[in-house]
Each structure stands twice: as C-alpha cells, then as structure tokens.
C-alpha cells in the first residue's frame, strides 16, 4: 500500500485555511498514486486550542469544515486520516473527543477517540478532553491498522522507567491482531525530541513486529513549536521514510516494498534549534497578524541573534533594529549595532535616551531626596527603551521583539517595562552560552554578518560606568550549568555541587534568584520553547511562596 504522510502548518481557530491545506495536499496524494494520506492530530481545528473548547461554537465550526473536506475530497480515490475534535453531548464531565476520522469519497469509515491525555509539561488535555473507555483496530485493504492518536502511542513500558498511564492502547490494539500502526501527532519540539520519538517508535515497530506510520504537525503556536519530522518505520524499527524538519511536506512510502522518501532533517541539534526559532517566530508574528517587528540593537549578542532570526523569519526588508544609547553606552556597542544592520541589510535608526533620561531624573529628585543611585537609575534607562520601542510599535504597527535569553529570564536580570517590554521574546528559552552558538550558526550561513567583536567582548547592560554582567552573576558557562540542572532536571543544590563542583554557596545563591523572580516571568512576552522545560505554560510555579530546596 503506498501511504502519504502529509504534515502541515496549521492555524488554531483558522477552519477555511486548514481545510484548504488539507485538501490541497489530499488532492497531491491521490495524484500520486497513494490509497491513503495521513494528517497530524487535530489537523481540522489546529494544536491546541485550549479553552476554545469551551465555546460550543467551536464544535459547530468544526463540525462544519469536516462537512466542507468531505465534500472537496468526494472524487478522490483516497483513505484521509485526519484529526479533530467532537463534543461529548454529555451534561456531566468534559465536553470533548480528542479524535483521529477515516474518510472516502465524502463519507467517513472509522472514528477512533484518543485515550491517554497528558496532563503535564505544556499539556493539560485532561481539562478538556473525555477518554475512550476502548479502542479498536480498523482494517483496509486487508491490513488492520492501530490508529492512535499521540500519546496513545507513547506509553511503551519496556521504554519508560515511569509510566504516567496503566493502559497501554497500542498494546491492547495489538492484541486485536494489529498489523501496522498509525500514529497522528502534534507533538511540539525540544532539543532532543526528535531522536527520543524515533527510539520509542523503533522498540515499538521491534516489539510488536509491525511498521509504523507517524505523521506530526509543523509550525509555531503561540509559545509551541512542532517540528514535522514525520516518518515510517519497518517492524524492525528502521526509519524508511523521513519528512522534512521544520517545514510543511508531503512525503510517500510503500509499506510492502520498504521504499520511501527521505529528506535532510538537520542532524546538527544547533542548526534544529536555529530553524525551530525562525519557524516559531514567522508563524507567532504573521498568525498574530503582523508584516513587521522592530528590536533594540544594543550591539551585543542577544540582541545581535535575535535581528538575525527575526530577518531570516519575516525577511529583512520587515525588520528595523532602533539602538538607543544612553549615559553609560560604548562607541563601540554602537559601532556594532550599525555594522549589524548593515551586514544583514535591515533599516537601523537611532534615538537617544539622554535627555529623557536626564528629564526623568529632574523630575524624581523631589521624591528620591538625597538616597544615593541605585538599580533604580539603571531601570529608568532601561525602561525609557522600552518606552521608545513600544511608541514605534504602535506608531508603525510592528511587533516589538525583546531579546533577553534564558540565563537573564531565570535570574531576574532584566527590567520589568523596559527590556522586557514587547510582543514575543525571541530567545527567552535559550541559554546565554547558546545564544553564542547560534550566533556561529548565523555567521555560517549569512557571511559573518555578526562583527567578531559581538563574540569576544565581556556581557554588560551598560546602564552604570565599566559594568559587566559578571559583577553580578557568576560566569554564564557556570551560571547556565546550574539553571540546567535546576529548571530542567529539578535537582537539589547538594545534587549540583556534587555534580559541578560548584561551591554550594553559589548555587544557593542562583537558585534564590530563580525563585525569587517568579513574579518578572509571569509579566514577560510569550516566548518560544526549545529546551525540555521552559518558562511559560509548561512551567507552574507560584509567585507568593517560600519554599527552598
């Protein structure tokens, strides 16, 4: 059987234009020769839509762009596996099926309900979603498939130490005699994710003796990124078929013969990263319905990365980088902003903080008295481009790009309304010793356009006289060592030290900071999540509390 994996770029809410896709794409499948195309999870109503299912509307709207594809695919010769959403019609308990439909020819065949709902990290299904009771085998073409959605495929026991669920539908389905499973996915990317799934969906091929169909959604949602990466494995667990990373495709396997398509899928984990952040940010800047963004260049790293992932995202001719020096600014962070701009060919404008700063202070001397300087002069120029910025943006109706890293975000050192000011945070989840990375990443493919000073030249704010960041934190090679092992791995400070070598007095110290700027993270711009545990909706913490580790 020649089977198409179609994974597309889908828009939550946006029925008309995921119909279009997905009709479209059918339509390639059965030009080709395919008896069957794949879709990703909820390829109708697009992932996640959150508290959308709340509005019985959104069931109707569904309901009605199901009618629609139906009716558009009723010539083809064509199985459609697609995803959607269906209400329980239930008064008590939740009020939706998270479902995997067959169709032909404008009539459906099979209608599978999803029984595992993840309930952690960005998932919360369980507050939406009813789990089917049972499941069962669909057959075509004399082969019975296991048709299951996401994390129904994803709860192997010889696979996992833990297991969040006692029911093993794959398992069970096998039992039904299965011969090959097909697994719809939205399942979002973090570094690393890609090769996780290809191990647990090859010990499930091996287990089970069965080749397996696994077809995930592209592009950016809000906070989430999913990365496609779609693929067909033999019942040995050899990959025999790869879409692409990172972009919509259309790819075909026969599953008799083992022959398929085969794209590059960035082995590089850096170069995976890169590309996830130009997708995320394309997609949250255009689906959110903006043309253009505007950043502070600063002439450093962060936000040197950052202008050159927001040009390669909306093109370059849609970007402005606005330096705005201050008291304490270099010539050279300057120098290096303008030859930023120039080198990656955006428009670059300049506008002074002096004097609103100076106005400010005048204005505040009545108030502070004769209590020395402090942070709070540094936030008062940090806050003025802030003000700058989102003056521009709603003066040009541009989104505001703010480009704090990870390192920064977990510590507090940032300035609430001021460098924290703007409508997606770019590289928020990104570590600063990667932002260095990904700059490499940049130079690479664009000639050197970030100036080799950017990269050698100490971290500073410059917001005081001489000031580095390392006079306030640790070194970010120590710094990022520690929040790894503290946001993404939960470990203890006794447990880091150990690990480290790190004095246990600064760990302490950092994970004091962590905790104790809750309430900055919970005011920051969504940002884009690349590492296993970001900050955002996949990350709970309260604000008022005084636990410690």
């Not at 109503?45 to 695919?73: I, N």
């Not at 999913?226 to 990172?246: H, K, L, Q």
């Not at 370059?316 to 080198?343: I, Q």
Request: glycine share 8%; proline share 6%; net charge negative.
């Amino acid at each position: 059987m020649k089977v198409a994996l179609a994974q597309i770029n889908t828009t939550v809410g946006d029925f008309p234009g995921n119909i279009d896709r997905i009709a479209a794409m059918a339509r390639r499948a059965a030009e080709a020769g395919a008896r069957m195309a794949v879709f990703q999870e909820l390829a109708v109503p697009g992932y996640p839509p959150r508290d959308l299912l709340e509005k019985p509307s959104f069931y109707r709207r569904t309901k009605e762009a199901e009618a629609r594809l139906a009716e558009e695919t009723a010539e083809l010769d064509l199985k459609i596996v697609y995803g959607t959403v269906a209400p329980t019609n239930s008064e008590a308990g939740k009020p939706a099926y998270n479902q995997a439909v067959v169709i032909e020819r404008g009539r459906e065949l099979f209608r599978q309900t999803k029984m595992l709902l993840p309930t952690y990290d960005v998932f919360d299904e369980a507050r939406y979603f009813l789990p089917a009771a049972s499941q069962r085998v669909w057959e075509s073409e004399g082969v019975k498939f296991a048709l299951t959605v996401c994390e129904d495929a994803w709860n192997d026991k010889q696979f996992w130490r833990r297991r969040r669920y006692d029911r093993d539908p794959v398992e069970e389905l096998a039992r039904q005699g299965a011969e090959a499973l097909i697994s719809i996915n939205a399942s979002p990317f973090h570094m690393g994710k890609r090769e996780l799934r290809r191990e647990i969906f090859a010990t499930t091929a091996r287990k089970y003796r069965m080749p397996v169909i696994y077809v995930n959604q592209v592009g950016g949602n809000d906070q989430l990124i999913f990365d496609g990466s779609s693929f067909v494995m033999d019942p040995e667990g050899r990959v025999t078929a790869a879409a692409a990373s990172f972009e919509e495709d259309l790819i075909f396997a026969d599953l008799e013969t083992g022959q398929g398509d085969r794209r590059e899928n960035l082995p590089e984990e850096i170069e995976a990263v890169y590309e996830a952040l130009v997708l995320g940010a394309r997609d949250y800047i255009r689906k959110c319905g903006f043309q253009e963004v505007l950043l502070g260049l600063s002439g450093g790293i962060d936000s040197s990365v950052t202008a050159v992932l927001a040009a390669d995202a909306v093109g370059r001719e849609n970007v402005t980088g606005v330096a705005m020096p201050g008291p304490f600014s270099s010539e050279a962070s300057l120098e290096d902003a303008r030859t930023l701009a120039r080198n990656l060919g955006i428009r670059f404008e300049v506008a002074s903080i002096n004097g609103p700063y100076q106005a400010c202070l005048e204005a505040l001397q009545p108030l502070f008295g004769d209590r020395p300087p402090d942070v709070t002069e540094e936030n008062i120029q940090a806050r003025l481009r802030g003000l700058v910025l989102m003056a521009l943006s709603n003066k040009w109706g541009a989104m505001v790009l703010t480009t704090g890293n990870k390192s920064e975000l977990a510590v507090g050192y940032c300035t609430l309304y001021g460098d924290m000011a703007g409508g997606l945070a770019v590289i928020s989840d990104v570590p600063k010793t990667m932002v260095y990375e990904l700059g490499r990443v940049a130079n690479r493919r664009h000639g050197g356009v970030i100036p080799e000073r950017v990269f050698v030249k100490p971290p500073s704010a410059e917001l005081r006289p001489d000031q580095k960041d390392t006079d306030s934190l640790p070194a970010y090679e120590m710094l990022d060592a520690i929040l790894h092992r503290y946001i993404e791995e939960y470990k203890a400070p006794e447990e880091i030290a150990a690990e480290t070598g790190f004095g246990l007095a600064v760990i302490q110290e950092v994970i004091r900071m962590v905790d104790r700027n809750e309430y900055k993270r919970q005011q920051a711009p969504p940002g884009l999540k690349v590492t296993s545990k970001a900050f955002g909706i996949g990350r709970r913490f309260p604000i008022a509390q005084r636990f410690t580790p």
